[in-house]
């Protein structure tokens, strides 16, 4: 609650977090006038937001993105009144995660010694989050997109075979043998001390069954499981695993839609993050209507450069436009403008990022009839000149 | 030690269509040699020879044994900056200008004015830039400024081509020259808004000369962009004076046939001045009269394959830019630098003469949503695939090959400090901000 008078402005909130949202508006209402003099107009606001998860997507495995462009990325979150990073932090490429107990992933996956995150960078990105009143959710991603893990930790991934041999290249997380186990329970220890929010985001998203039908042991395993040839039940039995490790660091858990879709045994209180473009809001629906608490990122995908004001269509996106009751509708918690890092480094993320997300930030903390185009970017293209400075 | 011969010596001259830029480099135990024609061929060869050079594990700089005879294919290698639709500072045009010659780039086209603003700051017209720049203190080019870039850009054998594009895209001349646009008309009165050039008075002919004579004389280049493009006749046709010249006239209904009479008059100024001059395509569509040595620019790619009109312009007797698969501001998802990689200027059918005629092209940035928060990363290392396609033989277009030596390039450019975005997936050893 913020009240503009004279002599003095009072800003009010009920835990320090709103007071760092309304610091940011205060800010946003001092202008300069001809003269040079500094002013603000005498207001009463009452804000909140609309909803309480508001995150940006980041990659550091396409790319490596250096502290420095983190750190400013976080700062432009906040001047946007977003309140998670999404750290999506290894993937296929490289595993720059310098980790405690497994220092090979790092030694060995990541692009050089030179890119990688310590656990002092890694501590510095929480504490500038934190101080923002942003979230640090990072993202761990199994089975899928793993090959950058297989490089420091020998037998993880699975053996491809052609026929009777190995062809020498691996697919995802080998779900069969209990040292994945092992090394998954040991490694989410650490993920669980290290990252101190009450969620990871386990992933879990287009797991390629190729390699698993390939090798001759998952084959038996599947069979011996009673499987029969639906590799989605072997996918879901790995996952299964995975989040009784995490629940028993007693941590929350997001995962990728298809975790769902190929119906995996969830928790009640998982949080499903619906990606995949093609009829999204159908996807709310149904995994609202099993109970289960919804992200949105599908239409914000900002990785998806084209050509004129693109800001726009993101702004229109309204979230909770899919057929459901009021309860499925609570439980859309929030979204993600996401910035795959496939081609975007330091040397182009600020500008691709900035300001076509707050054309998000503003959709998901605003008001639902806060709709105007012409309005909106008369105010955003103020904003992106106060991002400027 | 390299060894920099050059046959013809003198730094002194400005480049020119016509300037020698072969060169060739030998490098063997005890002998490092660059010889060129021209000065202009040893600075292209001192940017290839710096590409050269590579460093070992230990530190150790060398550079292995060659023998290379290199000569561009095209002589107009150009980029196009549009310093209208958003300002640009000059530390932005100086960098772009290093960047170019670090990609053998030799020409830069200034769109320096267009619709949403007028910074060219003109000693003959001093209103023009008062009253049309975005602020007039701080979004101008002075005549110092332009000077600056200008012999930054000798210094690395990159001609300055000026584009004063009319009589479209002149919105912001009006505030700085009443009654230089045309009024534009709401029935039988003035709307208030303006329109295109105003063909029919004297007084705009006075006005041109008198600010093409400055251009002239700024601009040391032979060649001035005349624009063209892109007029739009609605506002032409709402006034009452221009429909009552174009009955006088005997143009019937036909408002090309104006556009084409101002453009004539626009010519002949410009040849009077000593200059020659290029259009966009428009006025060759147009059937406007053209000297023979007109360059026409060739940059739509929606109503007729572009190559069809590289093929009709040539066949006419013109010499043709290309530049319609070369609009880097139109960004898209993934790897685009490999369609623009891809394109063959000469693929049209045609005798060798007209060929000929295809002097290269030109990279386009236009500036509707870049400016200089985004320009470098937008620019490079895109716009390199189109340098080499303009440079190099027909025959190297390996696209493998390429994506190798264009990412390889690219943390060079990060290397020299340049804001250039990755290709793909992968790293430098030196991040930028790292």
């Not at chain 1, 001047?79 to 310098?98: G, M």
């Not at chain 2, 602020?135 to 081509?161: C, F, K, P, W």
């Not at chain 2, 320009?375 to 189109?386: E, I, M």
Request: with cysteine; aromatic share 14%.
């Amino acid at each position: 609650h913020l009240t503009v008078t004279e002599p003095v402005a009072i800003l009010k909130a009920d835990e320090v977090w709103g007071a760092l949202r309304g610091l940011e508006t205060f800010s946003q209402l001092v202008h300069e006038d001809d003269y040079g003099s500094f002013l603000v107009n005498e207001s009463e606001i009452d804000d909140f937001p609309r909803f309480a998860h508001r995150g940006i997507l980041l990659d550091t495995s396409r790319h490596y993105l250096p502290l420095k462009s983190i750190l400013t990325n976080l700062d432009a979150m906040a001047f946007n009144k977003f309140n998670v990073l999404h750290w999506h932090i290894v993937d296929d490429q490289s595993f720059p995660y310098q980790s405690i107990y497994f220092p090979e992933l790092s030694d060995k996956g990541a692009y050089s010694y030179n890119h990688v995150y310590t656990p002092a960078d890694v501590r510095l990105v929480i504490e500038y989050a934190r101080l923002r009143g942003i979230r640090v959710i990072p993202e761990f991603d199994t089975p899928g997109h793993t090959q950058s893990w297989g490089k420091g930790q020998k037998d993880l991934l699975t053996p491809c075979y052609s026929g009777e041999h190995p062809t020498g290249s691996f697919g995802p997380v080998n779900p069969i043998l209990n040292t994945t186990y092992d090394f998954m329970s040991k490694f989410y220890k650490e993920i669980s001390s290290v990252f101190p929010d009450a969620y990871i985001h386990l992933g879990g998203d287009e797991v390629n069954f190729d390699c698993w039908k390939s090798n001759p042991e998952v084959k038996e395993f599947m069979k011996k499981q009673g499987f029969g040839i639906d590799y989605a039940r072997l996918e879901s039995y790995y996952i299964e695993k995975i989040l009784d490790i995490v629940s028993s660091y007693n941590k929350g858990y997001v995962v990728w839609q298809e975790v769902f879709d190929n119906k995996a045994q969830l928790k009640p209180d998982t949080v499903v993050q619906v990606w995949m473009g093609n009829n999204y809001a159908h996807e709310l629906s149904s995994v609202t209507a099993a109970g289960f608490t919804a992200i949105l990122a599908a239409p914000w995908y900002l990785d998806y450069i084209s050509y004129g004001q693109d800001w726009k269509k993101y702004y229109s996106v309204e979230p909770l436009n899919f057929p459901g009751s009021e309860k499925q509708k609570k439980l859309l918690i929030g979204g993600e403008a996401c910035l795959w890092g496939e081609f975007v480094d330091a040397t182009n993320l600020t500008p691709r990022l900035w300001p076509r997300a707050s054309a998000v930030g503003e959709r998901l903390w605003s008001s639902s009839n806060v709709t105007n185009l012409q309005d909106a970017y008369e105010r955003l293209t103020n904003h992106r000149c106060r991002m400027l400075r | 030690e390299l060894l920099v011969f050059v046959a013809t010596p003198g730094c002194d001259g400005f480049p020119s269509l016509d300037s020698k830029e072969n060169y060739k480099l030998s490098v063997s135990e005890g002998s490092l040699l660059l010889s060129a024609d021209a000065v202009w061929g040893a600075l292209r060869g001192l940017e290839t020879f710096s590409q050269l050079v590579g460093r070992d594990e230990n530190g150790t700089y060398y550079v292995n044994e060659t023998e290379i005879v290199d000569f561009p294919r095209f002589p107009h290698r150009g980029l196009l900056l549009d310093t209208s639709r958003h300002y640009l500072p000059l530390r932005a045009i100086l960098e772009t200008l290093d960047v170019m010659a670090y990609n053998k780039f030799n020409v830069f086209h200034w769109h320096i004015v267009d619709d949403p603003s007028f910074p060219y700051e003109s000693l003959t017209f001093p209103e023009l830039s008062k009253q049309g720049a975005f602020n007039a203190m701080t979004h101008v080019y002075t005549a110092s400024d332009v000077q600056t870039v200008i012999e930054y850009a000798r210094l690395r054998g990159i001609r300055v081509i000026a584009e004063f594009d009319t009589p479209g895209h002149t919105l912001s001349w009006g505030p700085g020259a009443p009654g230089l646009l045309t009024p534009c008309y709401l029935g039988k009165d003035p709307s208030g808004t303006y329109g295109p050039i105003n063909p029919i008075l004297n007084s705009t002919y006075q006005f041109v000369t008198s600010l093409f004579q400055e251009v002239s004389t700024v601009f040391p280049d032979f060649f001035l962009h005349l624009g063209g493009d892109e007029v739009d006749f609605t506002c032409w046709k709402s006034n009452p004076k221009i429909r009552a010249f174009m009955k006088e006239m005997g143009f019937g209904e036909d408002y090309k046939k104006l556009e084409s009479f101002y453009i004539q008059r626009l010519l002949d100024i410009i040849s009077s001045l000593g200059k020659g001059y290029i259009v966009w395509q428009e006025v060759f569509d147009n059937g406007v009269k053209v000297r023979p040595d007109t360059i026409i620019h060739v940059w739509k790619e929606n109503s007729k394959p572009y190559m069809e009109e590289m093929a009709n312009v040539t066949k006419a007797g013109y010499r043709a830019l290309l530049s319609a698969p070369w609009y880097l501001n139109r960004i898209s998802y993934g790897q685009d630098w490999m369609a623009a990689y891809q394109v063959e200027p000469l693929k049209f059918e045609g005798s060798p003469e007209q060929k000929d005629r295809v002097i290269g092209g030109e990279a386009c940035m236009w500036g509707e949503y870049v400016d200089v928060t985004n320009l470098t990363p937008r620019l490079w290392p895109r716009a390199g695939a189109v340098a080499e396609r303009l440079w190099s033989n027909a025959t190297v277009r390996d696209l493998q090959d390429a994506y190798v030596r264009l990412a390889d390039f690219r943390c060079k450019l990060l290397g020299r400090g340049v804001q250039a975005q990755p290709l793909y997936v992968g790293y430098c050893e030196n991040e930028f901000g790292g």
